[in-house]
């Protein structure tokens, strides 16, 4: 059978995608550059390519649009009238093209210039800040915000958008959001030196540590999650906090036990204000991760954050 009108030898049929019937930006480049300088080995040159790669841009550029645009000689290349009306079209084409580029790094700019960080309070006084700064020798243009809560708040920021990473220290990664874990960590029994635990010759036992009215944090905190399923149940808290720093100030006042992570009693050890209770058959560990809305992977300030993280 013989092609009918619209399918001679070169052209396209109509419809189907543009992508297919519109050469791209960079046969388009070339093709300006060419009717510019009048030689297709300049602007071969000038783009950075190679003259048969420029030829075979110009020849495919042909075919996919059914006309001759370049004719060439040892004189070098001129424009067909076709080419010169192609030309004129891709010019504005690659205007257009240049306008789009321009208002994406716009709003590169935009998101690049701030950074909303939720972080669970442990990781926000105690490994936060470390990164932080880091990010700040990579990014001083980027303004940085920390919202420090429990994980349960800072699924609820993440979620309303009004963080762009999130860190939390449960067992578990929220409802709706992705995460990777960065560290991991270990939660220790601590008392004041004056306390009976600090003389006691044998491992605390997790009966009595379940069982025993100890200084916690809040529900919905990470910290009070992993020791309520370690333990299988907590008793009555004695006193109940919304920081690890509120609970670690009232352990060295000798108000009474309490569970923190190792992270958070360094000094306090070191410097014997608190004593840390060997445990008998109790493994306090959990991962410490970085979470994000599901489908949301960090992007700019946000992932450069979560690749200092695992440094």
């Given at each position: 059978?013989g092609?009918t009108?619209?399918?001679a ?6 419809g ?6 519109v ?7 070339l093709l ?7 030689s297709l ?13 420029a030829s075979?841009?110009i020849r495919?550029m042909?075919?996919?649009?059914g006309?001759a645009?370049v ?6 290349s001129?424009?067909?009238d076709?080419?010169a009306l192609v030309t ?6 690659v ?5 789009f580029?321009?208002g994406?790094q716009?709003?590169?700019d935009?998101?690049?210039s701030r ?6 309070m ?9 990164w932080l700064?880091?990010?700040?020798a990579?990014?001083?243009d980027?303004?940085v915000s920390?919202?420090?809560g429990?994980s349960?708040?800072v699924?609820?920021?993440l979620?309303a ?14 409802p ?15 008392t004041?030196?004056a ?5 006691r010759?044998r491992p ?9 009215p100890l200084?916690?944090r809040e ?13 299988g ?5 004695l ?7 509120a609970?670690k100030?009232?352990a060295?006042s ?6 923190l992570?190792e992270?958070?009693v360094?000094?306090e050890?070191a410097?014997?204000r608190?004593?840390s209770?060997?445990?008998?058959g109790?493994?306090l560990?959990r ?9 949301h992977r960090?992007?700019g300030?946000?992932?450069?954050l979560?690749?200092l993280?695992?440094?």
């Open positions: 059978m092609k009108e619209g399918q030898e070169g052209r396209s049929a109509p189907g995608s543009l992508a297919h019937r050469p791209d930006l960079g046969a388009l480049e300006l550059a060419v009717a510019r300088l009048g080995g300049g602007a071969a040159r000038e783009l950075g390519i190679t003259q048969p790669a075979s841009r495919s042909e075919r996919q649009l006309v645009l004719d060439r000689s040892p004189r070098g001129r424009l067909t076709a080419g004129d079209w891709a010019g504005r084409i205007e257009a093209a240049a306008a580029d321009v994406a716009a709003l590169r935009r998101r690049d950074l909303r960080v939720a972080a669970s442990t990781i926000a006084e105690y490994l936060l800040p470390g700064l880091a990010l700040r990579q990014r001083p980027t303004a920390l919202l420090a429990n349960a708040a699924a609820e920021r979620l958008d009004e963080a762009d990473l999130g860190f939390v220290e449960g067992l578990t990664v929220p709706g959001l992705d995460s990777a874990v960065i560290a991991h960590d270990r939660l220790i029994v601590v004041a030196p306390h009976p635990w600090a003389r010759r605390l036992a997790g009966d009595e540590l379940a069982t025993t200084i916690l529900k919905g905190s990470g910290t009070r999650q992993v020791l309520d399923v370690a333990l149940g907590l008793a009555r808290p006193i109940e906090l919304s920081s690890t720093t609970v100030a009232a060295v000798g108000a009474g036990p309490a569970v992570s992270l958070a360094g000094e050890l410097m014997r608190l004593v209770i060997p445990l008998d109790v493994r560990h991962s410490l991760r970085a979470v994000w809305p599901v489908g960090p992007t300030p946000a992932r450069e979560l690749s993280t695992r440094g």
